[in-house]
């Protein structure tokens, strides 16, 4: 049943990440477009070209808030390899009697799995 829930979460979430990936990449286009247009601005000497870097960059900045969408694209990436990641983990306890008993062999082997985790 776990194996099914997981299989059933990556699909979704991988049909989630196709959809999104297009918006991604332009997430990603225009941030990096907006690392330019700063270094193009802390370097430019005069106040008017200055002025037309601030212009572009407002530009570029609503590029960037249109794709915020993407971030959710990016959530489903997360969530593909959380699941890739959580595909073969075994829940189950391997020792699952606990004796009180103080006899070192009936014991033995719930202590190798605690000197194992």
Known sequence: ???FVLFVGGLVALL???ANLG?????AVSGWLLYVVFKKFVKSDSTAAKVGWVIIGL???SIVFSNIYAVIG???AYALYWIYQNWNKDDSDPVVDVMDSDDPFTNFER????INN
């Open 23 to 27: 918006p991604m990449v332009l997430l």
């Open 16 to 18: 989630v990440l196709l």
């Open 1 to 3: 049943m776990r194996k």
């Open 59 to 61: 530009i570029v900045l």
């Open 111 to 114: 202590q190798w799995a605690e």
């Open 74 to 76: 990016v959530a489903a």
